[in-house]
Structures are given as structure tokens and as C-alpha cells.
């Protein structure tokens, strides 16, 4: 069955660096557009990056422009996503998602549990 | 950007109710639309998508409506496993930022 699980979430300083990572399974990783979508405590949901299938087509919201990378490692299976420059409000849970075979769009069907970036001093 | 208006924040219900919620794109986004329900402690799960498709394995007491600009949700007769927060989300790709509403919080009467 289909399986993601993030990992590399930890408390950091603001202005470092941190790399999370998405360990897929149980589908045709290479074949899948994917995202990453967060979400602050006690708030709601917001996407932040997505990627095509192939690598080729990378998008990211407002808030992350030009801090965060979105990566796709196929062999290894794993979605990354680089995030530099943090700040306080990117303190969020955050989750990887996959999207249909063919679609770039949405909806996302399936959702890894998160791993949780603390930003604080 | 669109921005995605969910009503109510907050809705209290009884098992047995017919419940409705609301979502509103600032533009309209077609039918690029998806609903989904979040547990405390866990990650999303898709109910709806295409504003009106149920996902494989949803009760079909989860239904979907609407085109453009007006979006709802109906669950026909709450189960106690459906308390929960649900959030619509656009994924229009003329506006790729995938926008979700605030969230409605579905809380036991």
C-alpha cells in the first residue's frame, strides 16, 4: 500500500537551515507529482511546494519564495524539500502529499504524518 | 491569488444530522475543487474531489456539490466517527497555489 514518511524535523534557529525528507513506498515513485503542505499548531492547512513528475516543473507559495527547495529524488524514492532562511512562522508540522497518476494539480490522495519544524531561539 | 472562504468556522450537530458546509472561491475555479476531513493527531484524508466526485472508500453519506464560485458539503446523517475539521481546498491550475479554506470545525451537540 502506498506509504510516505517525513523525517528531519527538529527544532532550529531562525535563519538556519533544514532538510526534510519523504521516504515513498508501495507506488511507481517517478510517476508522481508531489507536494508539501504545512500546518502551524492549532491552525489550518497551507501548501508550500509542489513538483512534477519529473522533476521539471517546481512551484512554491509566497512564503517560502526563494527559501525553500523542492527536490525529487526518484532511484531513492524520496521527496526533499531544502528549507533555508527559516523564520518563526514556519514552525509548522509539515506533510508530503501525492497526487494522482497524471496529475500535477491535485487532489491530494494520499498524506504522509508529518514531522514537526520548531523555529525558535 | 484565490482565496477559499469555508462557512461556518465552527458548526455543532447531532449524530443523525444532516449537515452542510460551505466554500467560497474569491474566482471562479471551475469544479477544481476537493473536500477533506481532518482528526485530531492526523493527516488530511481526501472525501471529495471535482467538487462532486466521493474518493474510493468514503460513505456515500459524504456528498459534493457545485461549480465557479459556490461549493458545499453535505454529510447526509452524522456518524460519531465524523466529528472532525474539514477543509476545502482549490487545485485550479490557472492558479496554482492550491489554496485551502480555514477549515470548519464539526464539533458533537
Known amino acids: 500500500q502506498v506509504q510516505l514518511v517525513e523525517s528531519g524535523g527538529g527544532v532550529i534557529q531562525p535563519g538556519r537551515s533544514l532538510r526534510l525528507s519523504c521516504a515513498a513506498s508501495?507506488?511507481?515513485?517517478?510517476?508522481?507529482?508531489m507536494h508539501w503542505v504545512r500546518q502551524a499548531p492549532g491552525k489550518g492547512l497551507e501548501w508550500v511546494a509542489v513538483?512534477?513528475?519529473?522533476?521539471?516543473?517546481?512551484n512554491y507559495a509566497d512564503s517560502v519564495k526563494g527559501r525553500f527547495i523542492i527536490s525529487k529524488d526518484s532511484p531513492k524514492n524520496t521527496l526533499n524539500l531544502q528549507m533555508n532562511s527559516l523564520r518563526d512562522d514556519d514552525t509548522a508540522l509539515y506533510y508530503c502529499?501525492?497526487?494522482?497518476?497524471?496529475?500535477?494539480?491535485?487532489?491530494?490522495?494520499?498524506w504522509g504524518q508529518g514531522t514537526l519544524v520548531t523555529v525558535s531561539s | 491569488d484565490i482565496q477559499m472562504t469555508q462557512s461556518p468556522s465552527t458548526l455543532s450537530a447531532s449524530v443523525g444530522d444532516r449537515v452542510t458546509i460551505t466554500c467560497r472561491a474569491s474566482q471562479s475555479i471551475s469544479n477544481w475543487l476537493a473536500w477533506y476531513q481532518q482528526k485530531p493527531g492526523k493527516a488530511p484524508k481526501v472525501l471529495i474531489y471535482k467538487a462532486s466526485n466521493l474518493e474510493s472508500g468514503v460513505p456515500s453519506r459524504f456528498s459534493g456539490s457545485g461549480s465557479g464560485t459556490e461549493f458545499t458539503l453535505t454529510i447526509s446523517s452524522l456518524q460519531p466517527d465524523d466529528f472532525a475539521t474539514y477543509y476545502c481546498?482549490?487545485?485550479?491550475?490557472?492558479?496554482?497555489?492550491?489554496?485551502f479554506g480555514q477549515g470548519t470545525k464539526l464539533e458533537i451537540k
Open positions: 513538483i512534477s513528475y519529473d522533476g521539471n516543473y517546481r
Open positions: 502529499a501525492r497526487v494522482p497518476r497524471g496529475a500535477l494539480h491535485g487532489p491530494f490522495d494520499h
Open positions: 508501495g507506488f511507481t515513485f517517478s510517476s508522481y507529482a
Open positions: 481546498q482549490q487545485y485550479n491550475n490557472y492558479s496554482p497555489m492550491y489554496t
